[in-house]
């Protein structure tokens, strides 16, 4: 299995990252996004995917994050230094936290994120929450068509939604949480061609560790309940997430494909 999302950089897994990525060797967890989300641990998570050989990251900066001090030039030169750096993101819209990040300081990194995806032939990794509308879609469109929604816990509808416009959608433990039927709806309803599994570790840590730190070897956890509402086993949820992973970060292929069980 792959955790197609984690962030290695934040000190509750950094401080214990070998021991973390053993034990999640020991749950069948072989390979990992580790996922940049500002400017302050960039480089960091560089070094993690340099330093490991079954770890790829990405550079990005998240919604709430606009004001971190980003510069556009540094980060396309850094994609084309570091082979590991396979995505852009995570990026995106959170009209959740407008008090964190106002709306109109949003949008336009956004754009700027959505420009250096297009520029650097990278897809990219999305952070939409409570912002979804057919805008979206199109402002989307007009970059890239190669994108993942990650973490998405939104309605089967805008599940639906994705699927149509042809981009991923990927799970997180929220999906095993007792009051998330509607997202275990979306589980059975994603083709198998756009599923992937994450953990967004520190955060949302799966039953039954929820409201503990999260960790990459619980990648697991939302696998097997994904399997519970498809009908399938393990070995076919992780074939196929492992497929869709290296089809939507193709630079990954020849990085990670050695590491696979």
Known sequence: MIDSHCHLFYDDIFNDLDNKIKF??????????T?????????????????????????????TEYACGYNIKEMFELTKKYNKIVAIGEVG???????????????????????????????????CR???????????????????FHCFTDSLENAKKIINEGFYLS???????KNCQELREVAKYVPEDRLLIE?????????????KTNE?????????????????????????????????????KIMLSKNNI
């Open 171 to 177: 799970l997180t433990g929220i999906v095993t949480f």
């Open 24 to 33: 999640a060797y020991s749950m069948g967890v072989t390979n990992f996004l």
């Open 199 to 211: 953990t967004d570790s520190p955060y949302l840590a799966p039953i039954p560790h929820r409201g």
């Open 130 to 148: 409570e912002c979804f509308s057919d805008d979206l879609f199109k402002l989307i469109k007009q970059y890239t068509d190669n994108a993942v």
């Open 93 to 127: 819209l959170d009209y959740h936290y407008t008090d964190l990040a106002p709306k109109e300081k949003q949008l336009p990194l956004f754009e700027e994120m959505l420009q250096l995806a297009k520029d650097t032939d990278l897809p990219i990794i999305l952070h």
């Open 35 to 63: 996922v940049g989300t500002d400017n302050k641990h960039m480089l960091q998570n560089i070094d993690i995917a340099n330093t490991y050989d079954n770890v790829v990251c990405s550079i990005g900066i998240h919604p």
């Open 216 to 252: 990459p070897g619980f990648v697991r956890y939302v696998a097997e309940c994904i399997c519970e509402q498809r009908k399938c086993t393990l070995q076919h949820l992780s074939n196929i997430t492992d497929e869709n992973f290296y089809r939507l970060f193709p630079k990954s």
